[in-house]
């Protein structure tokens, strides 16, 4: 007793001591963190809970933030056969990999969709997010399966550690805690470069985004978890709509010149080819600056008419054939 | 393989894990194969690069050993240094004096064409040619012994903790280590956790950060004064936090196998002139010149204008060994001349002698903040894309203007630099870099807690390489 308590001498200056208490004390403060609520990215990826806390809905829009604000499910009502429902279940800041699992915890629980509309931006291949995938959306099991993918396996460890530590993921709510959002400092230089811009352009090229200047291309662990995807809707008969957001003049211009299109193009053509996709609205579509609310993400008034035009697609195409319930289109 | 990634966490763990249950010859054989795995992670072809280089010198080392006639230990020692530098030259600085041959040649009406080589730049090349080389100029100079075995030489220069950007380890002490088995003791396992916590914590938490402020500065086409001061303040701290980072951690992980690396950076920003600062900054890079280069160009035995003449050499080919580009020669004229004139103000003027402590105190941090604005704008010249942006941000420098935004960046370097700086303050009181570890129990846990929670919140989790890799 009298050693232990030796540490609240300022004599006692051991060194290995210290290092075991500093490990006894992380171990403590994590734990009690293990308390505090869910951060706000796990609670939205969360409340997206497979859709099975109602009856399964015959179509669903699956993608990222892009499909998430850019197709409004009530738009699609009259394009459903009659009785069908149709919900979208994109979710912020996911790649085919999240599309995955929320469809194979569907056809677990016996609720999986008819169709699938398929939407998400091409810039979701490039980039990574195992360990958001990991900590905030897998389940342990699940989290296994990530692991023996064998790709990227440092940041399925990452991942893993960010699932048990919440000091982990409050990190970037902290950050912005104390000093400030990088997003809103952002949008508040592209609003002063708006005053300085003689065209008076919404989304001048100068604060075009970086992914915006690079070539298609894929992340081996996004292309994986894709192939699975389409491949495990396959399997179950659940046929997927492929459908192409659209893009801003100034991103179209940048991506023409990049020849991002081309090589986009064939990725679906290989895709539709492989695993017999629908690729139903294949090419972009240029909508005017006043459509959208950044550089990637429709509006308001951009999503009502994107998706009446799909809509209307589906409705003149006869794309969509789902054997429907009685029910409500629902968002 | 970063140092500051999981990748290395668990290639050190399987590492220590084998070492601790091997005895000594294996530990080194086993070493050997993980630094050649570390290294092959970057580029298994250079992995060949090493190999020549390290078989050239041992072979070299030991006829030199063998050799008696002066001439002729010239002769090999000669053909060695040419083997090594025209390694370096061409991997490194080929393309760099073919352009400017070319662009020279142009300016005078004659045209050639050298052709342009697009190697890629070997990590870590300048660290382990050094390296190398002081093994046989040692050897030359009858200051070691060549090491008995081949392996036991290609384990000093590949050894993966220091291999890829220092500490440029003499042969001598290194050869020792290796030769004869290390001793794990818990003071060294926890003195190399400290190392290793330390240096992420500079590398992570204020190196990483403070690049994001850089970058965005360096990038822009117009600048005031705000801008020039935050972004090169920033630099300062991401350069100084990256490397010394970089070390500490070498340092740490050899600790936590028994070896003892050099100790590479003492507080170098509390320098107060630019002799002290070149004692404190690259200290494994600044000794090697001094040994090798300043001293066999004569040092300060040939009279006050030679001395001068070599020192100015010395930085200058210091400043290329950062980097083929004319921003670094000029880095390394500008510390040769402010060397240069630090000598002459110390011979001719009438030294300053403060009576009071106050005085001493003043006297002593005005020196510091004198020292610390010329190592900024050598930073300017450091960092700088080319001339062009050298000139306009110098410019920039007389232009009174802060932005709103260089001000908050200024709060940022603060946020990120505070604790740093506070900790070293500490350690410059106690003249001691270890004085946290001579801290009571509950100091060092806290200083521990600290760190781990900075870099865990605050850290740069996206692995940015280190600089001094492309060195």
Redesign the interface.
């Known amino acids: 007793m009298r050693s232990l308590l ?14 075991l ?2 490990v006894a ?2 171990a403590v403060l994590e734990t009690g963190f293990s308390f505090l609520p869910q951060n706000k990215l796990v609670k939205s990826l969360r409340s997206k809970d497979y859709g099975q806390d109602g009856a399964a809905a015959d179509v669903e829009i699956m993608g990222d933030s892009v499909a998430a604000g850019g197709l409004l499910a009530g738009g699609f009502a009259g394009a459903l056969p009659s009785g069908a429902t149709i919900s979208n279940l994109a979710m912020s800041a996911t790649g085919p990999e999240f599309p995955y699992f929320l469809l194979k915890r569907q056809i677990a629980a016996g609720k999986a969709p008819k169709a699938i509309v398929y939407a998400p931006s091409p810039h979701t291949f490039a980039s990574l997010r195992v360990g958001l995938l990991v900590s905030g959306y897998c389940t342990w099991p699940e989290a296994g399966e990530v692991a023996l993918a064998g790709i990227h396996t ?2 399925v ?2 991942g893993a550690m960010c699932k048990v ?1 919440r ?2 993921r ?2 970037e709510e ?2 912005v805690f ?3 959002d990088p997003a809103k400092a952002a949008e508040k230089s592209l609003e002063e470069l708006r005053k300085r811009s003689p065209q008076k352009q919404q989304f001048p090229p100068e604060m075009l985004p970086q992914m915006y200047k690079k070539g298609f291309a894929w992340d081996p662990f996004n292309l994986y978890f894709c192939k699975k995807f389409l491949s495990l809707a396959r399997e179950h008969h659940i046929h997927i709509y492929w459908v192409t957001m659209p893009e801003l003049p100034v991103v179209a211009e940048s991506r023409k010149r990049l020849d991002f299109d081309k090589e986009y193009y064939a990725f679906l053509d290989k895709v539709a080819k492989d695993y017999g996709v629908t690729l139903f609205q294949k090419e972009f579509v240029v909508y005017a600056d006043e459509e959208f609310r950044d550089y990637s993400h429709l509006n308001e008034h951009g999503a009502e008419r994107y998706t009446a035009f799909i809509a209307g697609k589906f409705a003149t195409v006869g794309g969509l054939t789902v054997s429907g319930r009685s029910s409500v289109a629902h968002n | 393989m970063l140092f500051n990634t999981v990748q290395f966490g668990i290639f050190l763990a399987v590492v220590l894990l084998l070492y601790y249950n091997l005895p000594h010859r294996l530990q080194n054989y086993m070493l050997l194969v993980a630094s050649a795995f570390f290294y092959a992670c970057w580029d298994y072809r250079f992995l060949s690069l090493i190999l020549i280089s390290t078989v050239v010198d041992y072979v070299v080392g030991n006829l030199l050993h063998r050799a008696d006639d002066p001439r002729r230990r010239k002769l090999i020692l000669v053909w060695s240094i040419v083997f090594n530098l025209g390694f370096l030259g061409f991997f490194k600085y080929y393309g760099f004096f073919a352009e400017s041959l070319q662009v020279l040649l142009g300016a005078l009406g004659l045209h050639a064409s050298l052709g342009t080589l697009h190697v890629v730049l070997p990590v870590g090349i300048s660290f382990y040619t050094f390296q190398s080389m002081s093994y046989t100029l040692d050897i030359y100079r009858k200051e070691l012994e060549p090491a008995k075995h081949y392996l036991d030489f290609a384990l000093c220069v590949a050894f993966f903790p220091h291999m890829v950007a220092g500490p440029i380890q003499r042969a001598q002490s290194l050869i020792e280590q290796v030769t004869h088995p290390r001793k794990i003791t818990l003071d060294g396992i926890t003195e190399g956790i400290y190392l290793i916590l330390w240096g992420l914590f500079k590398k992570m938490f204020v190196a990483d950060n403070m690049a994001l402020i850089t970058n965005r500065i360096f990038a822009q086409q117009h600048f005031n004064f705000g801008d020039v001061f935050i972004g090169t303040l920033a630099f300062a701290f991401q350069v100084y936090g990256d490397f010394s980072g970089y070390s500490d951690i070498a340092r740490g992980v050899s600790r936590l196998m028994g070896f003892n690396l050099m100790v590479n950076f003492n507080l170098p920003y509390f320098a107060t002139n630019p002799q002290d600062y070149w004692r404190r900054w690259h200290i494994s890079l600044s000794t090697w010149l001094r040994d090798y280069l300043y001293r066999s160009l004569g040092g300060n035995r040939k009279g006050e204008a030679r001395t001068h003449i070599n020192l100015m050499i010395t930085m200058v080919l210091g400043g290329l060994w950062h980097g083929a580009a004319w921003t670094f020669i000029l880095w390394g004229a500008y510390h040769g001349a402010l060397l240069c004139l630090h000598r002459l103000c110390q011979r001719n003027l009438p030294e300053v002698m403060p009576r009071t402590p106050f005085q001493r105190f003043a006297w002593r941090w005005f020196r510091t903040a004198c020292m610390f604005s010329f190592t900024l704008y050598g930073y300017l010249i450091f960092r700088a894309q080319n001339f062009h942006q050298l000139t306009t941000m110098t410019a920039a420098l007389f232009s009174v203007h802060v932005s709103a935004p260089a001000l908050k960046s200024l709060f940022v370097i603060a946020f990120h630099c505070a604790f740093l700086l506070a900790v070293q303050l500490w350690q410059l009181q106690k003249s001691n870099l270890y004085a946290i570890r001579e801290c009571p129990v509950l100091v060092q846990t806290g200083f521990y807690l600290c760190c781990f929670y900075l870099i865990v919140v605050f850290g740069a989790f996206n692995a940015q390489s280190f600089i001094y890799f492309q060195f």
């Open positions: 030796s540490i609240f001498s300022f004599k006692n200056r051991n060194t290995a001591v210290p290092i208490l500093a004390l992380v440092c940041d460890v990452y530590s000091t982990l409050y990190r902290l950050a104390v000093k400030g």
